[in-house]
């Protein structure tokens, strides 16, 4: 397994737009796609795949594609330019449609976890021990991304980022985190002790060198004649610092990295361009995603062009023509072009490739209207005993821990929903004997989802254990709008999870899944369909009897499961109109996903399958089929399966198992990154203001980015996450454990426990790239602020609950406050205003649960000198 790159992280192809409720959302979203549903298609032919287009462009943010999950890319092909079909119409008019054949291929191995070992006891398990166990079941996956921008399309927008598998180019750009700062010196309208000292013109930026034209009367400030250089923000006189500079003699001072660190207005982060090969001094500062030409071997590489981006401050070029400077070389990107167009590109040595990074954009692909329209195909595929890889893997899951059954089971039949009322609360629980509606449909629901449930949709009811035995817990779950009745009609209300009633699963067990393999032709498929839509006359009903039943007693049918899922007139007809509404709801859309079915791949070059079409498809013998004739010339263009044929695991004769991707990366993950992990059921104030997740370095909100390590200045300790302050945290080994938060940062950060201040600073000054470049989960920044909110929160009861607090406000009963002013009060501990001279002004209000009072006194602006104005206006808006 060591030359396999194993799956650990899932990604969806195009991120949701907002927080999801886990893959159900995700899954009935598919149902808007313009066309291409899984498993089978509208025209009755198996469908691998799925879309996104404009039918699902409010679900998803398409503005790129992201790779699905851990793996290595194997091949791709990206064209000069869209090619077209033409098809035919009534002369002298023809339609013209572009359709894109970029494709990308990437190769994953799935492997379910490890068993739990269990040593002999006082004997030490080996990694001997280990290495001769029995591997866990593995199975090589590939994922497809087809229909892809082209090349042309890049050239036309320079902003569009581009794959870094394409290949090493002649031109490099600077690294997306790149965190050399624009610093240098300040410079004021006047020197200490004259008014304009306060005025600040700009930053000389470093590298510029200064010429001073007068001293102040001490001596220690200089007025600026002239920069070299030109500095425009220095409009008027200015002067600067005559010790933070780097002195060159007459009158000629270097704003220099030793001398000169203040910072400018607006952050720059970049890669610093120094003067010599050594390094040197600071000249200038390129900024992320420069694009420049290089040469020179070594760490430090000569500049020779800047091809795109602005240096600053401006470099200029010398008597010869040529730039000065020299960068770091490792901080440099090259800057990516296909190897090829127009034909596929199998790499040598496959590229690894992590989920959620670029795969490309979505391309153009217009069907035979011509109308534009952005289409993308995604897949997920095995050649490798898919049956017999699921049959060892429930095996396997026997023996899996209790904790690794994350997805919860509902029967039809079994359960029933008891409806929720105002009276229903953790205090007044619903009971079993209560009336309520059976659940007419079978859903799986991963236990991410029940956690992400807001706390008023989850009650837990504990009955103490008699005669030393535990206390019985009994889980109650509001469900809305994922169960349907017996008629099939939605419903929502209260679950209990029961034993036997409902079953806990692990993921490795397959619960739920079916196959279907097919035996017929695309022939007999298209008859069907178009039989299934009332498009053949009775003539052609008879000439094509034989087909339709061929299908009708075939695998489809054979399959009940799917005719039971689509079918919902039981005319024994799939029809698309079915298909669509299957897909929009949860517990038939979980369903389909759930059936993996093996046919011959549509991307495999077999002219005669498609030949075998061609009587059904024309109208008239003597009037062939132009349409038709056009679309089998772009399906060839298409097809890529026979030039990778035999490699790399891809079978000889493009047979393949089929996953549904959205279905199978929800099944495989706990999304971690999911958006709904930045919503927590309570702090929310102080959760948001504790920084952003902005993650696109070249975004100046990415300086509050808060899932790496960071120091928030003045007495904070080294924090990750929303506030987790290891300067304050009591038992950080137990929360970062709780958490996930793995090797090396783990230990990093318990290493930081009580530091604060200057000793935090140095201390992440001196991390190795390898922590500070280490990005924590959503889920994992969600499951760190609990406990931060619970300390703060128990801070608060503390404090109010002294002798001289209730004398002076009264007894605070925290569960009867309103959750906005329990948010309030935890923010104004967690920043350092819940102070006794601050709870004169608020701690009444607070206690007496009076909302509009509390915002009265955080509107007091004199009441809140020293917050910053961000978080005082965003207090009160939070209670608006």
């Not at 290595?72 to 359709?99: L, N, W």
């Not at 696109?696 to 007495?715: C, I």
């Not at 002076?808 to 948010?823: A, F, M, P, R, V």
Request: charge should be negative; charged fraction near 25%; include cysteine.
């Amino acid at each position: 397994m060591d030359d396999k790159v194993l799956v650990t992280n899932w990604s969806l192809p195009c991120p949701a737009k907002e927080a999801s409720d886990g893959s159900f959302s995700m899954l009935t979203a598919l149902s808007n796609a313009a066309g291409g549903t899984y498993p089978i298609g509208a025209n009755g032919l198996w469908h691998g795949g799925i879309h996104f287009d404009k039918g699902t462009a409010n679900s998803f943010d398409q503005s790129s594609v992201k790779c699905i999950a851990d793996g290595e890319v194997i091949a791709y092909r990206i064209d000069a330019s869209y090619p077209t079909t033409v098809y035919p119409g009534k002369p002298p008019m023809q339609t013209t449609a572009a359709f894109s054949t970029g494709f990308v291929l990437v190769k994953h191995t799935l492997q379910a976890p490890e068993k739990p070992t269990k040593p002999e006891s006082g004997t030490a398990q080996t990694s001997a021990d280990t290495a001769t166990a029995t591997p866990p079941p593995s199975i090589t996956l590939f994922s497809l991304y087809m229909h892809l921008k082209d090349w042309k399309s890049y050239q036309a927008d320079t902003k569009l980022a581009k794959p870094s598998f394409w290949g090493e180019g002649a031109e490099y750009a600077v690294k997306s985190d790149a965190k050399d700062p624009v610093l240098g010196l300040n410079a004021r309208s006047g020197y200490t002790g004259q008014t304009g000292y306060s005025t600040i013109y700009g930053v000389i930026p470093r590298g510029v060198i200064v010429e001073a034209s007068e001293a102040s009367p001490d001596g220690r400030w200089l007025k600026v004649s002239s920069t070299t250089p030109n500095v425009a923000e220095l409009t008027g006189d200015a002067w600067v610092y005559k010790e933070e500079m780097h002195s060159l003699g007459a009158d000629r001072y270097l704003i220099s990295e030793k001398d000169s660190k203040d910072k400018p207005a607006t952050e720059i982060l970049g890669l610093n361009v120094r003067a010599t090969e050594q390094g040197g001094d600071i000249i200038a500062v390129l900024p992320r995603a420069s694009v420049i030409t290089v040469s020179g071997t070594g760490k430090y590489r000569k500049l020779e062009s800047i091809v795109s981006g602005i240096s600053t401050p401006a470099l200029i070029p010398a008597a010869d023509g040529k730039l000065p400077g020299y960068v770091w070389f490792e901080s440099l990107v090259a800057d990516a072009k296909p190897k090829n167009t127009d034909s596929i590109v199998i790499l040598d040595t496959p590229t690894a490739i992590k989920a959620g990074e670029l795969i490309g954009h979505i391309g153009t692909y217009q069907n035979n209207d011509a109308v534009d329209q952005q289409q993308l195909h995604v897949e997920l595929f095995s050649c490798d005993d898919v049956p017999g890889f699921i049959s060892r893997s429930r095996a396997w899951a026997a023996s899996l821990a209790d904790g690794q059954k994350t997805l919860l089971k509902i029967h039809k039949g079994a359960s029933k929903l008891i409806a929720h009322h105002e009276g229903i609360s953790e205090t007044n629980p619903p009971k079993l004997t209560d009336a309520g509606t059976e659940v007419g449909v079978t859903l799986t629901i991963p236990q991410n989802l029940l956690d992400g449930l807001p706390a008023t949709h989850k009650i837990k009811v504990s009955v103490p254990g008699t005669s030393g035995q535990p206390a019985e817990v009994t889980n109650w779950w509001r469900l809305e709008n994922l169960l349907a009745d017996k008629d099939g009609k939605s419903i929502s209300g209260w679950l209990c999870e029961q034993e036997l009633i409902t079953t806990r699963h692990s993921p490795w067990e397959w619960e739920g899944y079916d196959y279907i393999e097919e035996t017929g032709k695309p022939v007999e498929h298209v008859a069907y369909a178009l039989d299934s839509m009332g498009m053949l006359d009775k003539q052609e009903q008879t000439n094509y009897q034989t087909m339709i039943n061929k299908v009708d007693g075939g695998p489809l049918t054979s399959a009940a499961r799917l005719y039971e899922i689509i079918d919902s007139n039981k005319d024994d007809k799939l029809s698309s109109r079915e298909i669509k509404s299957a897909l929009a709801k949860p517990w038939s859309a979980q369903a389909l996903a759930q059936i993996i079915t093996k046919y011959e791949s549509e991307w495999f070059k077999n002219p005669a399958k498609w030949d075998e079409l061609d009587d059904i498809l024309t109208p008239e013998p003597s009037e062939p089929n132009l349409i038709w004739t056009a679309e089998k010339q772009r399906i060839e263009k298409l097809s890529w399966w026979d030039q990778l044929a035999g490699q790399q695991g891809l079978s000889a004769d493009g047979k393949a198992w089929h996953f549904q991707v959205v279905g199978m990366i929800h099944r495989c993950t706990n999304d971690d990154n999911d958006i709904k992990w930045l919503k927590v059921p309570f702090g929310q104030l102080t959760f948001d203001v504790e920084g952003n997740d902005v993650e696109d370095v070249t975004n100046p909100l990415h300086r509050y980015f808060s899932r790496v390590v960071h120091w928030p200045g003045g007495a904070s300790g080294i924090t990750i996450g929303r506030g987790y302050d290891l300067g304050q945290r009591p038992n950080p080994a137990e929360d970062l454990a709780n958490a996930g938060i793995k090797e090396p940062l783990y230990s990093w950060l318990l290493a930081s426990k009580g530091l604060s201040g200057n000793n935090a600073k140095n201390y992440l000054s001196s991390a190795p790239d390898e922590v500070k470049k280490q990005t924590i989960s959503r889920k994992q920044q969600y499951l760190l602020f609990i406990p931060v909110y619970e300390f703060m929160k128990s801070e608060v009861v503390r404090i109010s609950s002294s002798p001289a607090n209730i004398s002076k406000y009264g007894t605070l009963t925290w569960s009867n406050l309103e959750s906005k002013i329990q948010d309030i009060a935890v923010d104004l501990i967690y920043r350092g205003d819940y102070t006794p001279s601050s709870r004169q002004n608020i701690q009444k209000e607070i206690v007496e649960n009076n909302l509009d009072g509390l915002r009265l006194k955080l509107s007091t602006k004199s009441l809140w000198v020293g917050v910053p104005e961000d978080r005082y206006f965003r207090r009160i808006k939070y209670l608006e």
